[in-house]
C-alpha cells in the first residue's frame, strides 16, 4: 500500500496529464474502470479481474488525491469518516456471536435512518 501511496503522490508532483486533469475529468475514468471490473467479473478471468481492480482502487486514489489538491479533502480524515460510520452500522462485525442476515439488515437501516454518518 505504501508504494501505491508513494505513485499517486509522484504523480501529483511530476506527472504533466495529472497536473490538468480535474476530479470530474478522473470521475469518468473511475466509471469505466468500473464497466472493466464487471466485464472481467463476468469473464470469469481472475487474473484480468485482479488487474483491472488494481486499476479501479489507483484511480479511487488519483480521485482522493486530486480531490486533496484542489479542494482540501483529507484522505485519512476521510478514512477515519468511512470507519467510523462502518463501526456504527454495522457493530456485529466487532461481536463474539454471529448474526443472521435478517438481523443484521434491521440494524443497519435502524442505525442508517437514525444517525448519517
Avoid: H, T
Wanted: proline fraction near 2%; charged fraction near 40%.
Amino acid at each position: 500500500m505504501e508504494e501505491l501511496f508513494d505513485i499517486i503522490k509522484r504523480s501529483l508532483e511530476r506527472c504533466p496529464w495529472l497536473e490538468r486533469q480535474s476530479v470530474e475529468n478522473l470521475l469518468r475514468e473511475l466509471r469505466s474502470e468500473v464497466d472493466e471490473v464487471e466485464r472481467a467479473v463476468k469473464s470469469g478471468d481472475v487474473q484480468n479481474l485482479e488487474e483491472e481492480i488494481g486499476d479501479l482502487v489507483y484511480d479511487v486514489f488519483l480521485v482522493a488525491a486530486v480531490a486533496g489538491r484542489d479542494y482540501g479533502v483529507d484522505l485519512e480524515r476521510a478514512i477515519k469518516r468511512v470507519v467510523d460510520k462502518i463501526s456504527y452500522r454495522k457493530p456485529w462485525l466487532f461481536w463474539d456471536e454471529r448474526i443472521e442476515l435478517e438481523e443484521a439488515i434491521r440494524i443497519w437501516n435502524q442505525r442508517k435512518e437514525g444517525k448519517k454518518g
